[in-house]
């Protein structure tokens, strides 16, 4: 089998990543991080609510869930 010779790099001096410009996949990469930290912090929030439902039932909620 024959081997492809490898792609020259962009005029910025970054390599491609597949078919794709580096700058698309920075931002995929950044989207995805940013989604994972919205729901980490989701998750916190919601288990903090749980938390507070336990210790002190009733009352007003500042988060409905």
Sequence with gaps: MKRVPPR???KSGLDTVGPFHP???YAAVLL???AGLALGIFLLI???DLAEDLIWPGGTEWVDF
């Design 46 to 48: 919601w288990v903090g």
């Design 8 to 10: 020259p790099p962009l």
């Design 32 to 34: 995805l991080d940013l």
């Design 23 to 25: 700058y698309l996949v």
